[in-house]
């Protein structure tokens, strides 16, 4: 018996929108990450540049809470926010930077490294191992701030981010690897408050 070509049509478009969908652990990873909750997260950056062949490690830690208050603290850097000023520390040049917030591009800003590649873009599954979603989102570099590909290991059962792999247009990758993350935890208002140390620059473009 032959089957109308309506049928076969009907069979490979209803089979292409199953595999287009996403996998059910995104909708617990975009409510974790959507900016309105109170994150902390303690992570390990290791970045290798593709040109230079060479590796690059650093630690952090980002705080954040609603209001764009944040703070990032990422090496020798800290970037801080209190939901009106925005401080820009390197410890490295001794120097303080202090802008408006208004005045901040913070589409790819430390502080949104995991809002921001999640929001606006659909993510399909790789593969699973020990209880962890490997979720991948492909694309033009003009889409994601010049990451071409994001790859993100994810906890199942939690839609916590375990690791968060960027690659940019250059081949340089970026990967976080999570090694702490509480949420709704809302740190105190300190936080938000950087107080230099002695003898730093201070250059107040406000």
């Known amino acids: 018996m032959k ?20 996998p059910a652990v995104m909708a617990l990873v975009r409510k974790n990450y959507s900016g309105n909750t109170a994150v902390n997260a303690q992570f390990d950056l290791t ?20 209001g764009n208050r944040f703070r990032v603290s990422l090496g020798r850097e800290v970037f801080v926010s209190d939901g009106e000023d925005y401080y820009q520390f390197s410890e490295r040049n001794s120097q303080l930077v202090i802008r408006k917030l208004s005045d901040i591009d913070l589409s790819f800003h430390p502080s949104r490294m995991l809002s921001s590649f999640l929001t606006g873009r659909t993510f399909t ?23 071409t590909s994001i790859t993100a290991f994810v906890e199942e059962k939690t839609g916590i ?7 940019d247009q250059d081949s340089n990758v970026n990967t976080y690897a999570f090694k702490r993350t509480v949420f709704n935890r809302p740190p105190s208002r300190d936080v938000f408050r950087f107080n230099p140390p002695k ?8």
């Not at 970045?47 to 609603?66: F, P």
């Not at 599954?125 to 990451?147: C, D, H, I, P």
């Open 3 to 22: 089957i109308p070509l309506y049928a076969i049509l009907f069979l490979l478009i209803t089979a292409f929108l199953a595999s287009a969908q996403e």
């Open 47 to 66: 970045t290798y540049w593709s040109i230079r062949e060479r590796e690059e490690k650093r630690s952090g830690e980002l705080q954040l809470a609603g």
């Open 125 to 147: 599954e790789k593969g699973r191992s020990a209880g962890a979603v490997e979720l991948t989102w492909r694309g033009k570099a003009s889409e994601a701030g010049g990451f």
């Open 161 to 167: 981010i375990k690791t968060l792999i960027l690659v």
């Open 199 to 206: 003898g730093v620059e201070i250059i107040d473009m406000r």
